[in-house]
């Protein structure tokens, strides 16, 4: 019965295209998932705001420069306005990959100082190299502070993925799900209500990263 009222709710799935991050992987990682679990999912890439307003779920992903994302992210017309409504007003399931949970944060301080989205307080700041490479890249343990987050648990298997050079630094602990250690210990994952932010890459990070996946679109 769980698994048929599971099919019978659509899911409609939309990952925010803003002419950055690794869409079409993520894209195939939401299918992969739904499929196997009997999800009854449409996963859509798209860079229309009157899409997104029809979603169940919303997932931003994002690499290169802060900077460069928030630009694009707002010369597509109405699509921040659209996003604050669906997540802010209305609580839809919100998913921010990599540089996608660094834009959740107030400021980035990447080559310069830039305004994210605030819908999580806190700042974006270069990793210390010390004698440390960056970017920090390949894998690594993101410890669960935080049990009861609907997404990950601390007893499973939680080596992830990571490509980055600058971390967020959370304002209140509330926010801090998990953290990891590389240099120093940052916060690697964060949540606010409807709100999930990692800064490692699920869709990249194999069984753990999919089960992440798969508790998301179950929200």
Known sequence: KAI???????????????????????????LKVANDNNINASVVITNKPQIIADSTHIVLPGQGAFKTCINNLTK???????????????KIP???????MQLLANISY??????????????????PTNDLKLPHMGWNEVKI?????NLINSNEINDFYFVHSYYFDCEHNKNMIGTTEYGINFT??????NIYGMQFHPEKSSKQGLKIIKNFLEL
Do not use: P
């Open 145 to 149: 502070i935080k049990e009861n987050n």
């Open 76 to 90: 597509i017309q109405g699509m921040i306005e659209q996003l604050t409504n669906s997540v802010i007003q209305n």
């Open 188 to 193: 690697s994952f964060v949540s606010k209500e």
């Open 4 to 30: 048929f009222n599971n099919y019978l709710m659509k899911k409609k799935v939309t990952i925010v295209d803003y002419g950055l991050g690794n869409i079409l992987s993520a894209q195939q990682s939401f």
């Open 110 to 127: 990447e080559d310069g100082k830039h305004k994210g989205l605030g819908w999580i307080q806190g700042q974006i700041k270069k990793l």
């Open 94 to 100: 919100f998913l921010g990959i990599c540089v996608g």
